[in-house]
């Protein structure tokens, strides 16, 4: 007993707030999922009826469309670059600790301030990158002013700012591969490519597991650069589901319904989490 208070004392000032902000209004939401409310008229019980309407309703089904294509599309190239990154930081180079403190600045600045320099950079008429195309003879699309060009507006903003900490990971994991592995490697005869391929993204894996679990889990709740590059626009484009939740509860007035999805949308994540896990024994190596 002693014991087991003395542990809960040192747990105390983490748990409460846990508890207290996190734990008890999921448990809120759940409750609330299963009401019609506006936030201001008492909550009326309606069941499922807000889990039904949101399968069948095809704004949530874009949206979940939307939050699929930004994950199709930043994972691999975060992860690509982070690689890229972390193997031209790994070696020996002059001023490589200040290179690193550079890629990483963007992560830990604010994503507001990051949405609004990429909302400039990419404004079809005045901004820096379709200017550089134009230099050269091409003309540069509508970035987050056109449909079809929103969401990869979204994705490219969403890499460059996330692409340290993906690149402090797999340096980390780089670290920690013996360099007796290389040599052997070398003494067989194997050329760069083939040690990458064979020695490096091999061992590589628990770093790379724990990447794709954060970013997958972080992708799907994708929601600040959305809300301040695009808002969701145009017409829909780039609404996600966490900025479908936003509407629903803070423009419609349907807290209901916005609950209901932010469950909807934690089953998934817990889904393809546990996936993750479960599988990590089929491609993930331990040295």
Do not use: C
Request: proline share 6%; no cysteine.
């Amino acid at each position: 007993m002693r014991y087991a208070l003395t542990v809960l004392a040192f747990l105390l000032p983490s748990a409460v707030p846990l508890a207290l902000f996190t734990v008890y209004p999921m448990f809120g939401a759940l409750w609330t999922s299963l009401h019609e409310w506006n936030l201001l008229a008492p909550m009326k019980w309606v069941g499922f009826d807000n889990y039904v309407h949101l399968v069948q309703d095809p704004t949530t089904q874009r949206a979940f469309l939307n939050t699929l294509y930004y994950l199709v599309g930043y994972l691999p190239l975060v992860y690509v670059g982070g690689v890229a990154l972390a193997l031209a930081l790994n070696v020996r180079l002059r001023g490589r600790n200040i290179l690193r403190g550079v890629y990483f600045l963007p992560v830990v600045t604010s994503w507001i301030v990051v949405a609004l320099v990429w909302r400039w950079l990419l404004n079809p008429s005045v901004g820096i990158v379709n200017a550089t195309l134009a230099v050269f003879g091409i003309d540069g699309p509508g970035w987050w002013a056109d449909p079809a060009w929103s969401m990869p507006s979204i994705i490219l903003a969403s890499a460059w700012k996330d692409l340290g900490f993906v690149m402090i990971i797999l340096l980390a994991g780089l670290q920690s591969i013996p360099q007796e592995m290389y040599e052997a490697a070398k003494v067989d005869g194997a050329g760069p490519w083939r040690r990458l391929f064979n020695v490096t993204l091999p061992l590589l894996s628990p770093s790379t597991f724990f990447v794709v679990v954060i970013s997958l889990i972080n992708g799907f709740q994708v929601f600040d650069q959305v809300y301040a590059m695009t808002g969701g626009g145009p017409a829909g484009s780039s609404t996600v589901v966490v900025q479908q939740i936003y509407d629903l509860t803070f423009r419609y007035g349907a807290a209901g319904e916005a609950s209901a999805l932010s469950w909807m949308l934690f089953v998934l994540v817990l889904g393809v989490t546990v996936v993750q896990i479960v599988g990590q024994k089929r491609w993930v190596t331990y040295a």
